[in-house]
């Protein structure tokens, strides 16, 4: 049960219309077990095979029981609704049913004292339930409550494909990663990620105009996704960056005077746009040792700007962090 009910009692007074066992009532004949494709989803069980069909099973998935009798009214309400709601959860919870006029004793054992009661099982255990003919919107309630939220196919499917294409991009498969990221946004022009992933594709492949147009014209919620924003400020530091000269014109003039800190600025933007993150930050943290008043502190703002492109987690970020602060606190 959840909050404080307990299997025996009332059920925190949810009954509603109940009936109480050993009712000298006619006996009509049991309700016939579900066939066809529901018969996966919903069975009828015994005392004897409660054990598999309901312990063992809702290991694998929860398992609603269903408490009931035929000369109980409220349960000709109940089991209909229910199966109804079971089956169109397409299997996130089994249905199990037992007639306890003919197997009295596992409902005794729970404590179970009206009918319709239906008591969840997760593990092995009974985890939670509910007494009467509760509306459907109060069973799929409880069926989340259960299985936790549904699971939207198509999202799960697109998340799945996203994940495969972002792992092409890691693994340098980078042709068959922009038809993946191509695929996804096919699907669901929206999703954030995949338009990420095949900017920086198209990055990595030289198609700079390419990778700023389809970026471009987006809504402005989406334009302003930090995502989106780090890809276009990467393409804005690759534009500078080919204007800044020839890398090894820049160190021989490093070598030869080591403060010509504008040098080692441009420097430092060339082997960010080269990947080569840790070098890159290391220029700026040594102009910031040497002169914090360079170009109004530029360096810590450009590390900065680094940071937003590369990600809180990179792990050039983490280490250029802990630097940044022995700098600025010391």
Known sequence: MSGSNSYGGSFGGQMSGTATYGAAQPKPAPQPAASGKAGALIKDTTTAGFTADVLEASRQQPVLVDFWAPWCGPCKQLTPVLEKVVQEEGGRVLLVKMN?????????????????????????????????????????????????????????????????????????????????????????????????????????????????????????????DPAIQAVLKRLDQIDEARKLGDPKALEATLAAD??????????????????????AADHLLTIMRRDRTFEDDGARRALLEFFDVWGAADPATLAARRKLSAILFS
């Not at 338009?195 to 700079?208: H, P, S, W």
């Open 100 to 224: 306890i006029d003919d197997h009295p004793s596992i409902a005794g054992q729970l404590g179970i004292q009206s009918i319709p009661a239906v008591i969840a099982f997760a593990n092995g255990r009974p985890v939670d339930g509910f007494m009467g003919a509760v509306p459907e919107s109060q069973i799929r309630a409880f069926i989340e409550r259960i299985a936790g939220p549904a699971v939207d196919d198509q999202a799960a499917e697109i998340e799945a494909a996203l994940a495969e294409a972002k792992a092409l991009k890691e693994a340098g498969d980078l042709q068959n990663a922009a038809g993946l990221f191509a695929s996804i946004l096919q699907v669901d022009p929206g999703s954030v990620g995949a338009r990420v992933g095949l900017a920086e594709v198209m990055i990595e492949t030289d198609g700079l105009a390419e990778a700023r147009e389809l970026l471009s014209e987006l809504p402005d919620e989406q334009a302003a």
């Open 258 to 279: 080591p403060d010509d800190h504008a040098a080692r600025m441009k420097l430092a933007k060339i082997r960010n746009v080269e990947g080569d993150r840790h070098a």
